[in-house]
């Protein structure tokens, strides 16, 4: 098997304060906001939080795999399609964790055509590769929830990486 050089291709800093009732800012200055508590939490309005900043980010990365993919098989993706990001925050005993729920809407292909792309995105996407075996993901069409086999959402770490 042949080795496949790791090359970065981007890195984005940003600066927390405050934590979650503090403010965050990139270094580009394009992200420069005030950070709260989730609203229904006891936050206020206004500010953004780290749950809805990830969902922002995994749900445009996503589509971008879906974009890739599409290519891929020489297929155009409808101009309207819909990739909806859930991040859910939850707490297992004195620990805290995310989820997260994928619901993809292609607009244009059939529903086995879309599972399949959908699939073929989530083992692509670096938000999905960065997550894999660390952080429960559900992959949906529609609304309806897709059958993922085990081995699809391993970790990447399975080809001599630490277990």
Known sequence: MASTEKKTLYTADATAIGGRS?????ATGIIDL?????EGLGGKKGATN?????????????QQALLVIAQRAGDKLDPQTEVKCSVSLFQEGEAYGL???L???LKAFDRDKTIE??????KICPYSVGTRGN??????VQGE???VEAEENAGVAANGGVQ
């Open 22 to 26: 503090g403010h965050v800012r990139s």
């Open 34 to 38: 005030d950070m709260s508590v989730p």
């Open 50 to 62: 780290p749950e809805e900043l990830f969902a922002a980010g995994y749900s445009s990365c996503f």
């Open 99 to 101: 989820s997260a729920i």
């Open 103 to 105: 619901d993809v809407d």
């Open 117 to 122: 792309m959908v699939k073929q995105a989530h």
């Open 135 to 140: 952080m429960e993901v559900e992959l949906r």
């Open 145 to 147: 929830a897709i059958p």
